[in-house]
């Protein structure tokens, strides 16, 4: 059970608490085409998480990874995906994650999903914990450099290539614990809907959910035929959302063939930063969270 829950770790990115992001960026050609192009790569995010979550007058600290969350998990799910669709400088893209994941029994207890919340007080408990993040946006190739300027005596050689982009878009964030507990004193969060005098059992669900929309820029080198290495960075949020939200990412992809199909695998390495609050007294949730890790991934492409 522990082999096949860490193998699903290593192919998902699972988060705890309320935390997470997400996006990965597959390469394209950097030549502007006057086709539609269209790719679609499912990846992988090996996490490492720091931040802190708050619930009413409750906070929590937290630093722990992904293998980490997969060792409490009783049960996972997750999907993630990026695709685009590429004509001449105009790129359509959309980022979709979504991930599931129950904790119960000891694990709950140890791994305490809910700020605030004195676990010793309770019997038993499970948690399903719903993370989607859906990130439509639009990119535009406003530079490219080399490749064109080779010499008449080069004809046919390797001519690198550079190319710069604009991004813009908006990202959407739904978040949802639900809990299930059988207590054996008084349990009081009002943020999530708990309360309970004496031993007894007590369920809540809360859904929080926002938009943050985000600019940014891409910065793409072509090192060889069929190489690439990539350079994005992005701000968001701007009290519109979050307070405030940043992403860094790098990566390098390269041909390769997986049962007879050309495709392109993804290598890299991807930073996410979320400081987001609502509400106000005990109704209050906040958020304050860095996500980073190794991303991969396998781009198909039509």
Same mark, same amino acid.
């Given at each position: 059970?522990?082999l096949?829950?860490?193998?699903?770790?290593?192919?998902?990115?699972?988060?705890?608490?309320f935390?997470?992001?997400?996006?990965?960026?597959?390469?394209?050609t950097?030549a502007?085409?006057?086709?539609?192009?269209?790719?679609?790569?499912?990846?992988?995010?090996v996490?490492?998480?720091q931040?802190?979550?708050?619930?009413?007058?409750?906070?929590?600290? /937290?630093?722990t990874?992904l293998?980490?969350?997969?060792?409490k998990?009783d049960?996972l799910?997750a999907?993630?995906?990026?695709?685009?669709?590429?004509?001449?400088r105009?790129?359509l893209?959309?980022?979709?994650?979504?991930?599931?994941?129950k904790?119960?029994d000891?694990g709950f207890?140890?791994?305490?999903?809910?700020?605030?919340l004195?676990?010793n007080?309770v019997?038993?408990?499970k948690?399903? *914990?719903?993370l989607a993040?859906?990130?439509?946006?639009?990119a535009?190739?406003?530079?490219?450099?080399?490749?064109?300027?080779?010499?008449?005596?080069?004809?046919?050689? /390797?001519a690198?290539?550079?190319?710069?982009?604009?991004?813009?878009?908006?990202?959407?964030?739904y978040?949802r614990?639900?809990?299930?507990?059988?207590v054996?004193?008084?349990?009081?969060?009002?943020?999530?809907?708990l309360?309970?005098?004496?031993?007894?059992?007590?369920?809540?669900?809360? &859904?929080?959910?926002?938009f943050?929309?985000?600019i940014?820029?891409? *910065?793409?080198r072509q090192?060889?035929p +069929?190489?690439?290495?990539?350079?994005?960075?992005d701000?968001?949020?701007?009290?519109?959302?979050s307070?405030?939200?940043?992403?860094?990412?790098?990566?390098?992809?390269?041909? &390769?063939t997986?049962?007879?199909?050309?495709?392109?695998?993804?290598l890299?390495?991807r930073a996410?930063?979320?400081?987001y609050?609502?509400g106000?007294g005990?109704?209050?949730?906040?958020?304050?969270?860095?996500?980073? +890790?190794? &991303?991969?991934?396998?781009? /198909?492409?039509?």
């Amino acid at each position: 059970m522990k082999l096949c829950k860490m193998a699903c770790g290593v192919t998902v990115m699972m988060t705890v608490v309320f935390g997470l992001a997400v996006q990965s960026k597959a390469s394209e050609t950097l030549a502007p085409s006057n086709q539609w192009e269209f790719q679609f790569m499912p990846y992988a995010w090996v996490l490492f998480l720091q931040g802190e979550t708050g619930l009413g007058a409750n906070s929590k600290d /937290f630093n722990t990874n992904l293998f980490e969350v997969v060792d409490k998990a009783d049960e996972l799910y997750a999907f993630m995906s990026y695709q685009e669709m590429r004509k001449g400088r105009l790129t359509l893209f959309a980022d979709v994650f979504w991930n599931r994941i129950k904790i119960k029994d000891s694990g709950f207890r140890s791994f305490n999903p809910v700020a605030g919340l004195n676990l010793n007080i309770v019997a038993e408990g499970k948690a399903w *914990l719903d993370l989607a993040i859906i990130e439509p946006g639009v990119a535009y190739e406003i530079g490219s450099w080399g490749g064109s300027h080779a010499s008449l005596k080069d004809e046919g050689a /390797f001519a690198p290539t550079t190319t710069l982009d604009i991004l813009g878009g908006v990202r959407y964030w739904y978040l949802r614990p639900d809990i299930d507990l059988n207590v054996t004193a008084t349990v009081n969060i009002p943020a999530l809907g708990l309360s309970r005098t004496g031993a007894g059992s007590v369920s809540a669900a809360k &859904t929080v959910d926002w938009f943050d929309p985000f600019i940014g820029m891409r *910065l793409r080198r072509q090192l060889a035929p +069929g190489q690439e290495i990539m350079l994005r960075g992005d701000i968001g949020g701007f009290d519109i959302g979050s307070d405030f939200t940043w992403q860094a990412q790098a990566g390098y992809s390269f041909d &390769t063939t997986l049962l007879g199909r050309d495709m392109m695998a993804y290598l890299g390495y991807r930073a996410l930063y979320i400081d987001y609050e609502e509400g106000n007294g005990s109704r209050k949730f906040g958020l304050e969270l860095l996500s980073h +890790g190794p &991303t991969m991934g396998v781009t /198909f492409k039509w």
